[in-house]
């Protein structure tokens, strides 16, 4: 992790040609939003991935979001009958 600064994020990628697709299915347009959920560590995170485009809809980079709760955690409250509040 030291040395991700100028290299592939693909280094942390087990299946980087599965990534490729989702990046092309954001770029052409066949997907708007990539969302789902990781687990790391025991605990599920929810992850969202969008196209960054210019104004002449160029796609220039892509936004990946990790939403900072532990969605597990959540859903066990829910599972609990506790009222649960998203910000
Ligand atoms: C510290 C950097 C990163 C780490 C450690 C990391 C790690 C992971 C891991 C463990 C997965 C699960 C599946 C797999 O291994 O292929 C994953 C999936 C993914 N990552 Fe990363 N990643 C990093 C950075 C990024 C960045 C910067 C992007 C895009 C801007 C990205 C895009 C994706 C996408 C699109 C998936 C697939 C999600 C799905 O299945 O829908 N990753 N990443």
Excluded: W, Y
């Excluded at 770029?27 to 789902?36: A, I, Q, V």
């Excluded at 979001?65 to 009222?83: D, E, H, Y």
């Amino acid at each position: 992790m030291c040395d991700a600064q100028g290299r592939s994020i693909h280094q942390f990628h087990k299946d980087p040609e599965r990534i490729r697709n989702i990046f092309r299915a954001l770029t052409t347009g066949t997907t708007r939003e990539r969302s789902t959920e990781l687990v790391l560590g025991g605990v599920t995170f929810a992850l969202s991935f969008t196209p960054i485009s210019s104004a002449e809809g160029k796609v220039l980079a892509f936004h990946a979001s990790l939403r900072a709760f532990p969605v597990t955690s959540i859903r066990a409250a829910v599972a609990s009958g506790a009222a649960v509040v998203a910000h």
